[in-house]
Structure formats: C-alpha cells, structure tokens
C-alpha cells in the first residue's frame, strides 16, 4: 500500500455512523434549501404557497377559535421569547458544569441569527400582504423557523446526547415543526420560507455540531488531507514529464 492510499484509509476511518447520517442529512438540508430557492426567485411559482394557505384557511374557517393558541404557539420562536431564553439556558448549562454545551448553544444561537438576517437582506423577498398579524423584516428564510430548529434542535442534541434523554428529542422537533406551521397559519411567511428556514437552520446546526465533535480529528486530518493533493499533484506534474 503506497502512502497516498494509506492515508485515504486513514481519512475513511475518521467516519462513524454518526458523521454518515448528519452527512446525508446535511446534504438534504442544502438540497432542500436550495430547491426552494429556485422555486421562488428561478421559477417564481406560488403553487406550494397557495396550496399550503388553501389547507390552512380551511382549517381557520372550520374551527376560528385557533387563531389565539397559534398567536401563543408561535411566541415561542420568537426574538423577545428566544433572545432571553438562548441567554438563560446558557448560563443553566453553564452552572452545571456543562460549559462546552453552554457555549455552543450560545455561539449556535448567535450565529443562526446572523445568518438568518444575511439570508434575508441577500435575498429580499417581501412578507405576504395578508399577515394576520402585524410583523416586520422580510420574508426568506423564516426566522420563526430557522432558529426555532436551532434552538430546539441543539436542546435536543444536548438531552439527547449528554443527558441520555433521547425521548425529548422527538417532541421538541415537532415543538419547532409546529412553530414554523403557524407561520403559514398566520399568513406572515409563505410555505416556501418556512422550508428554507427549516433547512437552513438543520444545515446551520449539522455544521456547527460535526465541527464542534469532531474538531480534533478534523484539525488532526488537515495535514495528510493537504499531503494527499501535494501528491496527487506531483504525481499528475510527473506523468505529463
């Protein structure tokens, strides 16, 4: 075995189950986001927005008692609620002992809601003009979205990965799901934002959480990474002589 394959081997022996799935997982999120993004400005279609509102309006006409649970539902993803509360659970984990967890939910909080504003201005799309309620900013990504699957995914992670308790995972997941559904219920975002702004957030926090797990193998890689293009390069350089 020459060195060149020694250390691709070496390299395929950094993945685990664990970085396989978020790798495929990650990669649907940038699929996904990016399909939405050729769908609105590309194509410039409406038909999953009209569909998902059609749904949502009947729902409103059958049963209109709903609109004061879903005001209260999507708080929860909201900047007065999710500003504190990325501040609170921090310094919680912190007191804890967990200060590794607590500066990564920080820097995951602080860092997805830069992002999501950079989305916005790059993008520009406008809020629907029938809001039901009054909100402010542009439309794509979804904010409600983007950092409720950031922060209720890295409280999953955490439960899930440091607590052993991995049936919390699931109902804070459909927590941040249902979040994002009254977007669309409340006409301030369209279907498409809330699934960029769901993908988006996914992709943000995979990238965050494969970084900051796998740091030292990563950092401990880079060398025989960069070795194996200096040799691919001479070896390419060598044959052409």
């Known amino acids: 075995m020459n060195r060149f394959t020694a250390r691709i081997v070496g390299l395929l022996g950094l993945l685990t189950v664990e970085v396989l799935v978020g790798g495929i997982v ?8 990016f399909y939405m993004t050729r769908v609105v400005f590309v194509y410039h279609s409406l038909a999953l927005d009209q569909w998902a509102w059609n749904i949502v309006d009947g729902w409103r006409q ?13 708080f929860f993803a909201a900047l007065p609620f999710l500003l504190p509360a990325s501040l609170i659970a921090p310094t919680l984990l912190y ?12 820097l ?15 993008f520009q799309r406008p809020r629907p003009a029938d809001a039901l309620l009054q909100t402010l900013g542009l439309s794509f990504p979804s904010g409600h979205s983007m950092l409720g699957i950031t922060f209720y995914g890295c409280l999953a992670w955490l439960l899930a990965r440091h607590y052993r308790h991995p049936g919390w995972a699931v109902p804070l997941l459909l927590w941040a799901g249902l979040i994002g559904l009254t977007r669309v219920y409340l006409h301030v ?11 988006g957030g996914a992709a943000w926090l995979l990238l965050l ?17 960069t070795s194996c293009v200096q040799d691919s390069v001479d ?3 060598s044959q052409r002589t």
């Open 95 to 106: 007191r804890a002992g967990q200060r590794r967890e607590a500066w990564e939910l920080v």
């Open 189 to 199: 975002h369209y279907a498409t934002d809330v699934l960029a702004g769901f993908a």
């Open 26 to 33: 990650l990669f649907a999120a940038f699929a996904l986001f």
């Open 209 to 225: 959480r494969c970084v900051g797990d796998h740091r030292e193998q990563l950092w401990a890689s880079l060398p025989w990474a």
């Open 62 to 74: 059958a049963a209109p008692w709903l609109i004061k649970p879903v005001r209260f539902v999507t």
């Open 235 to 237: 070896n390419a350089f």
């Open 108 to 122: 995951a909080m602080a860092g997805g809601i830069i992002l999501n504003q950079l989305l916005k201005l790059y």
